[in-house]
Nanobody
Framework: QVQLVESGGGLVQAGGSLRLSCTAS????????MGWFRQAPGKEREFVAG????????YYSDSVKGRFTISRDNAKNLGSLQMNSLKPEDTAVYYC????????????????????WGQGTQVTVSS
């Protein structure tokens, strides 16, 4: 069973940057699609970014495209989300998630398509 631990969250001013990390235990990380989701108070969890198991395909929500970059290092069981030009509306708890399901290009944006979730890390962007 894979376990995920997020880190790197914190408080940053608008326009600043943060880099989130997702460390996975277990041997299946390299075979999983990986996504980042976020949930702000009173709102539903929403898709932020996703990357295929090989790292060759990446996906972004319109709200973060051009500002956030998702990446992964399968040799280190490590996923990352580089967040630049942060805005107050980016404030949320950020979760990484993995899925072993095939056809990742069709399910990456769906929270229900993921099998394993981390505990989340808080990102707060002040104006």
């Amino acid at each position: 069973q894979v376990q995920l631990v997020e880190s790197g969250g914190g408080l940053v001013q608008a326009g600043g940057s943060l880099r989130l990390s997702c460390t996975a235990s277990g041997r299946t990380f390299a075979r999983c699609g990986m996504g980042w989701f976020r949930q702000a108070p009173g709102k539903e969890r929403e898709f932020v970014a996703g990357v295929s198991w090989s790292g060759t395909s990446t996906y972004y929500s319109d709200s973060v495209k051009g500002r956030f970059t998702i990446s992964r290092d399968n040799a280190k069981n490590l996923g990352s989300l580089q967040m630049n030009s942060l805005k107050p509306e980016d404030t949320a708890v950020y979760y990484c998630a993995l899925t072993v399901r095939p056809n990742y290009s069709m399910i990456y944006y769906r929270s229900g398509g993921y099998d394993t979730w981390g505990q989340g890390t808080q990102v707060t962007v002040s104006s």
